[in-house]
C-alpha cells in the first residue's frame, strides 16, 4: 500500500529558530499533501493543503508567514515553523493520497516538536 | 456547518466484550467517510472507507457500517492490542479532498 514518510519524528529547538519537517510520498506521486496539527487527545486540526507547484491553501487562522510550506515535486512537501515559541510546540502529521489505488488518506508518522 | 461528532469520548472493555463506536455527521454532500486507528505518538492507520448508506466494510475483528447519518464501528471479541484511539473522518461537498475529523474515541482493553 501507500507509504508517507515524515521526518524528524521529534525535534526540540529554542524559542526563535526555524524547524523545517519533510512529508514524503514513498511508492506514489502526491499532487496534493495535507498539514495536520494534533494537541494531546484531541483530533487533528487541518492546517493547509500543499499544492505540488503552487501556493499552498491555508486554513483560516493559520498564519501563513509561520507555518512555510513547500510542495516542490510530488514526492516531497516540507512544512517550515519559523521563529518557533513554545506555543507551537505540538505533534505534525501530514496525509497524501495515492489516487491509483482509491484508497483513503494516508498520514505519516508525525513529528513532535518541542520549543524549548 | 459540516460537523462530525464521535462517542463514546473514551471507553473501557474486558477482554473479548464486544461494543459499538459511533459517528454522528451533518455534512452537505457526503463523498466519503473514513475510519483510522492511531495509536499514542504515531500517525493514523487507515482503516476502512465508506461510501454509501448500507455499505458495510470487515477487516478481522472490526466492522463498519454507514447510515445517512452516522457510522459504527463494531469490535467483536477485542484483545488489549486493539487498544487505541478511533478516528472518523468525512469528506463532503464537491470539489474538496478535505477531511472533517471526529474528536475521536480512546479504546482501551483490559486483559
Known amino acids: 500500500g501507500a507509504v508517507v514518510s515524515q521526518h524528524p519524528s521529534r525535534v526540540i529547538c529554542k524559542s526563535g529558530t526555524s524547524v523545517k519537517i519533510e512529508c514524503r510520498s514513498l511508492d506514489f506521486q502526491a499532487t496534493t499533501m495535507f498539514w495536520y496539527r494534533q494537541f494531546p487527545k484531541q483530533s487533528l486540526m487541518l492546517m493547509a493543503t500543499s499544492n505540488e507547484g503552487s501556493k499552498a491553501t491555508y486554513e483560516q487562522g493559520v498564519e501563513k508567514d509561520k507555518f512555510l510550506i513547500n510542495h516542490a515535486s510530488l514526492t516531497l512537501s516540507t512544512l517550515t515553523v519559523t521563529s518557533a515559541h513554545p506555543e507551537d510546540s505540538s505533534f505534525y502529521i501530514c496525509?497524501?493520497?495515492?489516487?491509483?489505488?482509491?484508497?483513503?488518506?494516508?498520514f505519516g508518522s508525525g513529528t513532535r516538536l518541542t520549543v524549548v | 456547518e459540516d460537523q462530525v461528532t464521535q462517542s463514546p469520548e473514551a471507553l473501557r472493555l474486558q477482554e473479548g466484550e464486544s461494543s459499538s463506536l459511533n459517528c454522528s455527521y451533518t455534512v452537505s454532500g457526503l463523498r466519503g467517510l473514513f475510519w483510522y486507528r492511531q495509536d499514542p505518538g504515531k500517525g493514523p492507520e487507515f482503516l476502512f472507507t465508506l461510501y454509501s448508506a448500507g455499505e458495510e466494510k470487515e477487516k478481522e475483528r472490526l466492522k463498519a457500517t454507514l447510515t445517512k447519518k452516522e457510522s459504527f464501528l463494531h469490535i467483536t471479541a477485542p484483545k488489549p492490542e486493539d487498544s487505541a484511539t478511533y478516528l472518523c473522518a468525512v469528506q463532503a461537498g464537491s470539489g474538496t479532498y478535505k477531511y472533517i475529523f471526529g474528536t475521536g474515541t480512546r479504546l482501551k482493553v483490559l486483559a
Open positions: 496525509s497524501a493520497r495515492d489516487f491509483v489505488t482509491g484508497y483513503g488518506y494516508t
